[in-house]
């Protein structure tokens, strides 16, 4: 297992920013099986499953800070 300490601290910023939004995500955390895989590859963020109204407010969310 590799010593990843800021993919958790990225998860939570992550799920600080959708907060902000409105946006929450109960799923979303560090991907186990990247984090103790033996290859040299970043780990992953599993983002999870959302409902219909999330995935709206992520479309929104988004195109508002494209704009």
């Not at 992953?44 to 992520?58: D, E, F, K, S």
């Amino acid at each position: 297992m590799h010593d990843h300490p800021d993919v958790q601290d990225c998860a939570e910023e992550l799920r600080a920013a959708l907060a902000a939004h409105g946006i929450t995500l109960p799923s979303l955390g560090v991907d186990l099986p990247t984090v103790a895989a033996s290859y040299r590859t970043p780990p992953l963020i599993a983002l999870g499953n959302c409902n219909l109204a999330t995935a709206r407010a992520l479309v929104a969310a988004l195109r508002k800070g494209v704009a």
